[in-house]
Nanobody, 124 residues
Framework: QVQLVESGGGSVQAGGSLTLSCAASTRTFSSYCMAWFRQAPGKEREFVARITRSGRSTWYADSVKGRFTISRDNAKNTVSLQMNSLKFEDTAVYYC?????????????????WGQGIQVTVSS
């Protein structure tokens, strides 16, 4: 079992920045690919960013590419999402997720473990 707890959400004006963090309660954190997803009201959960076990490779949704950065610290069992140049449409509940796949995907069903989610609100 892996427990994931997100932190760092909140409200920010458009153009601002926020950093989300996700702490994992497992001794084998480095054996999991990690990802961030988000879900806006009335919309399906969507992929935001993913990172390999080592942290060497990352992928992003087109909507956040160039503005968001995913990273991980395997020594601290954390994964982060640095969000810059935030837009109103980035408003959503953000979730971190863990997968035992070798290569992370953007499919929610491939992630067995999820955090409880954290609200990010961007005002225009």
């Amino acid at each position: 079992q892996v427990q994931l707890v997100e932190s760092g959400g909140g409200s920010v004006q458009a153009g601002g920045s926020l950093t989300l963090s996700c702490a994992a309660s497992t001794r084998t954190f480095s054996s999991y690919c990690m990802a961030w997803f988000r879900q806006a009201p009335g919309k399906e959960r969507e992929f935001v960013a993913r990172i390999t076990r080592s942290g060497r490779s990352t992928w992003y949704a087109d909507s956040v590419k160039g503005r968001f950065t995913i990273s991980r610290d395997n020594a601290k069992n954390t994964v982060s999402l640095q969000m810059n140049s935030l837009k109103f449409e980035d408003t959503a509940v953000y979730y971190c997720a863990a997968s035992s796949d070798v290569i992370p995907t953007d499919t929610p069903g491939r992630y067995a473990y999820w955090g409880q989610g954290i609200q990010v609100t961007v005002s225009s």
